[in-house]
């Protein structure tokens, strides 16, 4: 982050500078060009009227001459002789009757020198403005320098709580890649930082929970898992000690339904891990409750003849889904109905603007309402001494629970008139 911000300065300071350099040279050039050209009209004024005084002065008043022409019009003025100037000095007298002459002191400042030639005595009049208004490299120089520092501080103030507040994730991400998922990111940050750490703590209780399901999902699987392994190991052990062909018969038929079992919770154990970590992004697709119940009823219907299954689609029910999964959920909705129902199951839906309601019901025993929050948990059976074959493996509703969470929908569960129950899945249009 410290790079980030070292980069972010540099940049905003080049732009500036440039600009600012550009500009500069630009303007000063111009200031250069237009102060040099009215010296240049000065200074020969001003030799105009020196050289009449020269003229009628003796030497002796000639130092008086020069320093009250120094007070009035602001030059240093000397008199030299031939000798006192550069070789090139003279090539520009002897080239245009006069000569100018730049340099820089030694703290960048422009010093431009005079010389002209006197009409009455066989010496040359230098002249220096004491003043110098055209350039100065060292003040434009600190300019720039306190313009950089000025740029810095405003950027570090604008820069350091995004600094901060992003180390401060960064910090808490390392520990929650060390298993440390109990940390949480403060979200009252500026924008955009704030939906960033939303995301972050988001994040976070997704892989928490992901953890604790699969936590209780692991212990509750092997307890379901042992059972009916521990009742094949026990068969096996009495059919390799079984001398009685229809007892072996017996124990073989026997270890076949604990197999099959067996093969069933398998099954669902895989169904429900499927849905706990599918990915959110769904295959969506038009669904048709009715074509969809009416292929159901009848591949259910033959498992319980005796049962009545009957449905109802009221009104326009059509809506976006994963298929398969919500299959799934109707399979396992209406398979509880016929597991519990005494004589019916019917099935009914309907929809508004935004939801499609899809209703189970049956006319067997009605779910007591503390146990209605716990038979979406996977393992869960209210009536422990009921084997699986009577009461399944409790992860029927716990799968639907899955889907409808997978489609932003919910499940619940209420009693109906006739004392049975009511699974009420809702779904997103």
Known sequence: MLSLFVRFFLVISAVVLTSIFLAGVLFFGEVN?????????????????????????????????????????????????????????QAEL???????????????????????????????????PLADISSDALYFVFLLVFLVLGIGVAVFFVAW?????????????????????????????????DRLAVSINRATRTITRLI???ELLTSSASHEFRTPITRLF??????????????????????????????QLVTEFMAYSKFCYQSAELKRSLISPYTLLQ?????????????????????????????????????NLISNGQKYGKSLVWITVTGDENNVYIMVSDDGSAIPKEYREKVLQPFYRMDNTQ????????????????????????????DNDIGGTTVKLTIPR
Request: aromatic share 6%; charged share 25%.
């Open 295 to 331: 292929e159901i009823c009848l591949r259910l219907r033959p498992l319980k003849p005796e049962l009545k299954i009957s449905f109802d689609c009221v009104g326009d029910v059509d809506f976006y889904g994963e298929k398969k999964s919500i299959e799934r959920a109707l399979v």
């Open 33 to 89: 060009k237009t102060v040099a050209q009215s010296q240049v009209s000065a200074v020969k004024a001003v030799h105009g009227l020196l050289q009449p005084q020269l003229c009628e002065s003796n030497p002796d008043e000639m130092p008086e001459i020069l320093a009250s022409f120094k007070v009035n019009y602001g030059y240093k003025i000397q008199l030299v002789e031939r000798s006192f100037l550069s070789t090139a000095q």
């Open 212 to 214: 604790t399901e699969q």
């Open 94 to 128: 002897n080239r245009n009757g006069r000569s100018i002459t730049t340099q820089l002191s030694p703290f960048g400042k422009r010093i431009v020198s005079f010389v002209y030639p006197s009409r009455c005595i066989n010496l040359f009049v230098t002249y220096k």
């Open 387 to 414: 084997s699986s074959e009577t009461s399944g493996y409790g992860l029927g509703l716990a799968i639907v629970n899955k889907i409808a969470s997978m489609h932003a929908g919910r499940l619940a569960i209420k």
């Open 161 to 193: 709580p995004m600094i901060k507040h992003t180390n401060t994730m960064v910090r808490a991400a390392h520990a929650i890649a060390k298993g440390d998922l109990g940390r949480e990111v403060a979200e009252d940050l500026p924008q955009p930082l």
């Open 234 to 263: 026990l068969a096996l052990d009495i059919a390799k000690k079984e001398r009685n062909p229809q007892q072996l018969h017996a124990q073989l038929c026997e270890m076949e339904r604990d197999t099959e079992q067996l093969e």
